[in-house]
Every structure is written in structure tokens, then in C-alpha cells.
């Protein structure tokens, strides 16, 4: 495991208790947790283990039920603006306007965090260029592969430099050239002394490029820390993330009570 990029007092992201309940449904369960600034940090969970839930209401999205919710010190009910300015955020499915260019969405998401337009097309023609989208930058994006969406995606959040990276299921449809670069930027950007918070169901991109982990399993936190105090709990002869993650959920249906959902 790569030690943090930087090591900085103040916490990126900090949930103090926030829950989130649908009727009669408790989606998420009270919620402690803290991600320091130069990190990636790794959120991991089954399908319906509240990952997206907790995602939406980090992002600023979805308003929790109750708990508060810090972004690089601030405030997210008290102040969501500058709370959501210091975010990126790249949700599971994008949506991007197929009839623009990529340099004219670019210049788009630039204008909605008041950048100026020469800071735009400036940071706008760096990023298209990094991720190969140069050649294509006057082009729509109805005409883009997939691979070539995501990219522009990553650029689009990356645009405002922001804080806190928010990044849901990053390499799915990317080749292995696309996955590398990306996971290149995110350790980029932690080495800077920003943070990256990833949601992914590859457990081997995972354990490769995170510094520390959360796993939640039906709402609540079941297991937390690095990848070496995860796997000193009990499970020293695990060969690897995904056998770790397998037994905490298996752990996790020994222990529910009889009747239990």
C-alpha cells in the first residue's frame, strides 16, 4: 500500500451520525466518519449496502434525515454552496450534453462554478490533452466512444481543482491504457494534498491505489481502517482484498438474527 500523498490537520470529509431513512425504511444507519485530506479512500459494499445513498448525501445531493456532514471544514447544511464548490463528482452514469463539444461542456461546467472563461480554456485544453481528447475536443460528444465519455467526464470534475474527488465506479467500459491513466490522476491528486472517496466493485483497483477503506453492509459501517488493520482482524491468512471483503460479508450473515433482513 502507497503511504497518503500529504499530511494535512484538516479533515476533507467528516459525518457526524447522519442517517437517511425512505418512510418505514432506514437506508442508512447513524454514520461516523472521517477522511483526511491526501488520501483515497476506498468505499466498498454489496449491491443495496447504502454505498449510493451515502454517496448522494456526501456529494450534496440527497439531504440526510438527520447527522451533519463537514466538507473540508464546512458546513454542508449551513452552507452548501461553498460546501459543493470544493467538490468533484463523477456519479456512476454521467449524464453529458451529447450536442455539445467537449471543449464547449467543459466551458459549460466552468461557467456553473464561476470560473473565469480564460481559467477555463486554459485548464480546459490541459486536461482534453492529458486525456487524449485533444483531437476531439470541436467535436460532439454524441460521437464519442465510451471510453472517451469517461474521460471527458473525469475532466469535467476535475476542471475547479476541486478538494474532494467523489468517484462512483470510475473503470467500468475502460480499457487498460484508461484505467491506468485514471488511476495515475488519482493518486495525483492525494499527492497534492486533495482526497479522492471511491466507490467501486473492483476490489483489485481497490486495494491497488487506496490508502484506507470503509466497508458498509446493510447501512451501517462494518469494518474500516487500512488494508493491513482490516486484515489483522481475524483474517491474517486472507490473500487479499476481495477474500477479506467476502468473509466480513459472510461474517456479517452468521451474526444477523434469526428472522433478521
Known amino acids: 500500500m502507497r503511504p497518503s500523498g500529504v499530511v494535512v490537520s484538516m479533515s476533507m470529509i467528516r459525518t457526524e451520525g447522519i442517517e437517511k431513512r425512505y418512510g418505514d425504511f432506514q437506508a442508512l444507519q447513524p454514520l461516523d466518519l472521517t477522511v483526511e485530506a491526501g488520501e483515497v479512500f476506498g468505499f466498498l459494499g454489496p449491491n443495496g449496502a447504502g454505498k449510493t445513498t451515502t454517496i448522494r448525501i456526501l456529494s450534496g445531493v440527497l439531504p440526510p434525515t438527520r447527522g451533519r456532514l463537514f466538507i473540508d471544514g464546512v458546513d454542508m447544511a449551513q452552507d452548501p454552496v461553498a460546501a459543493k464548490q470544493r467538490i468533484g463528482f463523477i456519479p456512476d452514469r454521467p449524464y453529458l450534453y451529447e450536442k455539445l463539444t467537449g ?9 456553473l462554478y464561476g470560473m473565469d472563461p480564460g481559467v477555463i480554456e486554459a485548464h480546459s485544453m490541459e486536461l482534453l490533452a492529458f486525456h487524449g481528447l485533444s483531437d476531439f475536443a470541436d467535436r460532439l460528444i454524441e460521437g464519442y466512444s465510451h471510453g472517451m465519455k469517461q474521460r471527458l467526464t473525469l475532466s469535467a470534475a476535475l476542471l475547479h ?37 471511491l466507490s467501486t466493485h473492483s476490489l483489485d483497483v481497490a486495494q491497488e491505489v487506496c490508502d484506507r477503506f470503509a466497508i458498509i453492509n446493510r447501512g451501517r459501517i462494518v469494518a474500516h481502517g487500512t488494508y493491513d488493520e482490516i486484515r489483522s482482524e481475524g483474517r491474517d491468512d486472507a490473500k487479499d482484498l476481495e477474500e477479506i471483503f467476502l468473509r466480513i460479508l459472510e461474517e456479517e450473515r452468521n451474526n444477523m438474527p434469526v428472522g433478521g433482513s
Open 161 to 197: 481543482t476541486p478538494r474532494l474527488l467523489i468517484v462512483d465506479e470510475p473503470m467500468v467500459g475502460l480499457d487498460p491504457r484508461g484505467a491506468r491513466q485514471i488511476k495515475d490522476v488519482f493518486r495525483q491528486v492525494a499527492a497534492e494534498g486533495r482526497t479522492v472517496f
Open 103 to 111: 471543449r464547449e461542456m467543459l466551458a459549460f461546467v466552468g461557467g
